[in-house]
């Protein structure tokens, strides 16, 4: 497009204005150092954003060319035209001249310091685990026979210290915490009750113990989260020691209110977000989902793998337990055996092997608690984190953009009232009721907008914090690998410390070579 300009046809107004603006390094004007000069133009927001579309930039930074372009379409948008290229391919006349105010003021613009968009989240991985670690455990209380509820101790790294939080306090602090942040990423929470059906002891421990590490995960990403970790709805809900905890809660959040109307940016929200900013929400919302999708299968393998040691464990039991059945066996060798049958000795070796299995068993039933623990509960904490990017988008899609447009459409249908009561004259009053409540929409309409961007705002920054979590998945793999590597070495110590414990049974004299089967011996006894 830039091809729609060219050095020559310009005012010289514009090369004094790239002279001010460009970066005697490169020649070029920082893309920063001109949104500065679209904001001092006083134009609407809306024009502005009209007028960025249009111009081209590469690497943060602007050609001449380009920015000759930006200033043509600032004077044609000073004058009232709508900005377009087409308005520019059209235009025969010399381009006007755009008003920018003194020109020592555009040499102020490429002085001022760069300054941070609150837009970006400057955020590390390391940062953002680091800000705390919480624990929760599970302390039961029981009445009669039954367990009735379970209470949990709560201890956050950070502030140091122990608190006790029922069920209920999570789900007030959840629905709460909802209501403050609306446009950012809430966890969900795990249900309250099992499903309905056959309810045993077993299943009822394997529920609760799996709602505790649910509501454990779920804290830790609220701890995590930059703008939740400060805020005083989470210090009291992890630091708080008195009876009335819930009461606490309602007061804190009471106090803080809706993040939109204390937010300081949160009306100027539009101005921050890039032109494009819908089409980076939809490609950004495609990569998460995909990899949402892939890590969920992924967390299933690895709790079949980790229900694989754990059933390896019960079967190398078993598999033990027999042998000192076989091993315990009192029934006499019988007469009729060979004079050099050694079943006697045999049998009494195997008594003692279930000793060696068990110790597998244990080594087993470490390795699948090793892959439940490390393994799969981090994969899981990183699916609830992308569950909830999942559940905030449709907040978005379905609360705030639904909203706004019923509100358009009852919008409509006053305008539709007034006119018809212009048209056929009714009662003064009700005219003016009728004007008071378009007036009262138009600012629920207006309101309504401005919570559209600030909700656009803080999405923009969630996907940025998805991104940054991202490279956990790095640390997933390792903790997989090196659960992999514990395992196998232990458990190859144990067969290691059985070898020579079975060299009784593989002894010259049963006419097999000691101290193990041979490759050559194992075939003669292949069935083939």
Not at 199 to 225: C, K, M, Y
Not at 381 to 388: A, G, V
Not at 462 to 490: C, D, M, R, W
Request: aromatic letters at 8%; a positive charge.
């Amino acid at each position: 497009m830039e091809g729609d300009i060219n050095e020559g046809s310009v005012p010289p107004y514009y090369r004094e204005v790239y002279e001010a603006l460009c970066s005697k390094k490169d020649e070029r004007v920082q893309l920063e150092v001109f949104q500065r000069l679209l904001r001092s133009t006083d134009l609407p927001n809306s024009m502005q954003n009209q007028i960025a579309e249009h111009v081209e930039h590469k690497d943060g930074s602007l050609s001449k060319l380009s920015l000759y372009k930006a200033l043509a379409l600032i004077a044609l948008a000073q004058q009232g035209k709508q900005p377009s290229s087409k308005l520019l391919e059209n235009y025969i006349q010399e381009f006007p001249k755009p008003q920018l105010g003194e020109f020592k003021d555009l040499q102020a613009l490429r002085m001022q310091p760069a300054q941070e968009s609150p837009l970006v989240v400057r955020q590390t991985l390391a940062q953002l685990l680091g800000r705390d670690a919480v624990q929760v455990e599970l302390i039961p209380e029981k009445k009669g026979l039954f367990l009735k509820h379970v209470e949990y101790q709560i201890t956050s790294q950070r502030f140091k210290i122990s608190v006790y939080r029922r069920y209920s306090d999570f789900d007030l602090f959840h629905e709460l915490l909802l209501q403050r942040f609306a446009y950012r990423m809430v966890p969900a929470l795990p249900p309250k009750r099992m499903l309905k059906g056959v309810l045993t002891s077993t299943s009822e421990r394997e529920f609760i113990e799996g709602r505790r590490r649910a509501l454990r995960r779920f804290i830790n990403l609220v701890a995590r989260h930059p703008l939740f970790s400060g805020d005083e709805l989470v210090k009291t809900f992890l630091t708080f020691n008195g009876s009335d905890v819930q009461n606490k809660l309602r007061e804190a959040f009471k106090k803080a209110g809706d993040e939109f109307m204390t937010c300081k940016i949160a009306t100027q929200a539009k101005e921050y977000l890039p032109a494009d900013i819908q089409a980076q929400f939809s490609s950004s919302r495609e990569l998460i989902r995909n990899i949402h999708n892939s890590f969920q299968k992924l967390r299933d393998r690895a709790e079949k793998m980790a229900e694989r040691s754990k059933e390896n464990a019960t079967d190398l039991l078993m598999f033990g337990r027999e042998l000192s059945t076989v091993g315990t066996d009192p029934s006499p060798v019988p007469a009729m055996a060979s004079a050099n049958c050694t079943w006697g000795t045999l049998r009494q070796s195997l008594k003692g092997l279930s000793v060696e299995f068990a110790l597998l068993a244990d080594k087993a039933a470490e390795q699948g608690r090793r892959e439940e623990d490390d393994v799969v509960e981090k994969l899981n904490l990183f699916l609830d984190l992308l569950q909830s990017y999942k559940d905030l988008c449709e907040r978005h899609e379905k609360g705030v953009l639904h909203e706004h447009q019923r509100a358009l459409q009852k919008y409509s249908v006053m305008k539709r009232q007034m006119m018809s009561a212009t048209v056929q004259p009714k009662e003064q009053v009700s005219v003016e009721q009728l004007e008071s409540r378009i007036v009262q929409q138009e600012n629920a309409i207006l309101t309504m907008e401005l919570r559209n961007y600030f909700s656009l705002f803080c999405l923009h920054q969630e996907t940025q914090l998805i991104f940054t979590y991202l490279p956990i998945t790095s640390h997933i793999l390792g903790a997989f690998v090196n659960s992999q590597i514990q395992g196998h070495k232990e458990m190859g110590a144990v067969w290691n410390d059985l070898h020579p414990k079975l060299s009784c049974l593989f002894g010259g004299k049963n006419g097999i070579p000691s101290p193990l089967l041979t490759p050559q011996t194992a075939v003669a006894f292949s069935p083939n």
